[in-house]
């Protein structure tokens, strides 16, 4: 059998199967469908949600697709053998693809600007925000206006010089000036965007303190899943800690022996000042989280047996951003970035940035980290009656019982 009767009989083959499926299904859903008139209702929906019925509906494109592919050869052949010219044109065809694709593709564009657009975050909240917007946008505009200059000429050369039988093809093997023109333009461009890159990041992120502006500092500890905030208390430092001295009782291991600890502030959400730095210091107990506030344009890795720290100015607070987004339920978040486990999604907590004064109200009414457990267990003045005392009565207590168990056997 010749090679090519065999690939026939093969598809034939294949043909046969695919219309004993389709005759099959067809059989199938007039089973339902007979069986729906007398019986209870059968959900016709379900048949579309089947993974065998979009298998079909694929093969069935496909073979679509080949049988339009057969007759245009079969006619090409034909119009062969009666030695005409060749009747459809391909390479028009597929120089009009690529302006069809050029058009469509820039309305992609247009539309992703216009609808996703919108859904990018609200203007940032916070004072070197505004910064790294504007390298983002700066970027953007450059990378837009390169990819559509590009696209264009891509695609349009294809289109105007589509093969031509009057035209002869110009060999234009190379050319010295245009090499550097597109060598030296984008080499420019890169190095003015990395070097205004690094210097806003280091204006941001390597500052010095202000003496009379001091940051609050905020301590932040990811775990798996979920963030414990410490508050520095009234010295304005946040106290020591020793992943050793991790209990039940003490579960971010803090160093009661620091007295910056004693009076260190536990939260239950992260309410901030608006106007005011605040100093993060970023760390976690188990893997690494990445510690995400996107309004605030702050993002950095937490990383166990590791502090990290990053200064920020909120600048708007939640009631003005309310305001700004036209939404009363907004609400400023922090999140997890780091695909840290299961339970990551659930990584969140709110962030407020209120008045000077809602800071004060709210910091003062927050409870201290330090509780009578960890008095006790620190050795720290203030705990309740020691140990020791519960001990010896119970020792007496069973001294006497022994006592008299012993007078009774006797
Ligand atoms: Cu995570």
Not at 233 to 258: E, H, M, Q, R, S
Not at 274 to 283: A, C, F, R, Y
Request: aromatic share 12%.
């Amino acid at each position: 059998m010749s090679l090519r009767k065999f690939i026939t009989n093969k598809t034939t083959a294949a043909l046969a199967v695919l219309i004993t499926a389709f005759a099959n299904t067809s059989v199938f859903a007039q089973d339902a469908a007979a069986g729906a008139a007398a019986a209870p209702k059968v959900d016709m929906g379900e048949i579309y949600k089947s993974v065998i019925f979009y298998v079909l509906a694929f093969l069935a494109v496909c073979l679509f697709i080949a049988i339009i592919g057969k007759a245009i050869r079969v006619y090409e052949l034909s119009r062969e053998a009666q030695g005409k010219p060749v009747g459809i044109n391909w390479n028009r065809i597929h120089a009009s693809l690529f302006a069809l694709f050029l058009v469509v593709g820039l309305y992609g564009v247009y539309w992703e600007y216009t609808v996703h657009g919108a859904m990018l975050l609200p203007d940032a909240a916070s004072e070197h925000g505004k910064k790294i917007d504007k390298m983002f946008n700066l970027t953007l505009i450059i990378t837009t206006i390169v990819f559509v200059v590009t696209h264009i000429l891509l695609f349009g050369f294809s289109y105007i010089y589509k093969y031509s039988a009057k035209r002869k093809a110009y060999y234009y093997p190379h050319n010295n000036t245009i090499e550097k023109i597109w060598t030296i333009i984008p080499a420019l461009v890169l190095t003015v965007l990395v070097l205004m890159g690094f210097l806003t990041w280091r204006s941001i992120f390597f500052k010095t303190e202000d003496p009379k502006n001091k940051p609050l500092q905020i301590e932040v500890t990811s775990e798996q899943f979920k963030w414990s905030i410490r508050y520095p208390g009234a010295d304005g430092i946040v106290g020591a800690k020793n992943y050793k001295l991790t209990t039940a009782t003490n579960p971010l291991g803090i160093d009661f022996k620091d007295l910056n600890s004693r009076d260190d502030e536990m939260a239950d959400e992260m309410v901030i000042p608006v106007g005011k730095p605040v100093k993060l210091i970023l760390t976690s107990k188990d893997v690494i989280h990445s510690f995400y506030m996107p309004h605030f344009r702050v993002q950095l890795n937490t990383v166990p047996g590791m502090r990290v720290f990053f200064e920020f100015t909120p600048t708007k607070t939640t009631a003005e951003m309310q305001q700004e987004t036209n939404d009363p339920n907004f609400k400023y978040l922090f999140y997890c970035a780091k695909i840290c486990g299961s339970g990551h999604y659930n990584m969140q907590k709110v962030v407020r940035v209120v008045s000077e004064a809602e800071y004060k109200t709210w910091i003062a009414e927050q409870k201290t980290y330090l509780n009578d457990d960890l008095r006790k267990q620190f050795n720290l003045p203030g705990a309740p009656a020691p140990v020791k005392s519960v001990a010896d009565s119970a020792a007496k207590d069973s001294a006497a019982v022994k006592t008299n168990q012993m007078a009774l056997n006797k």
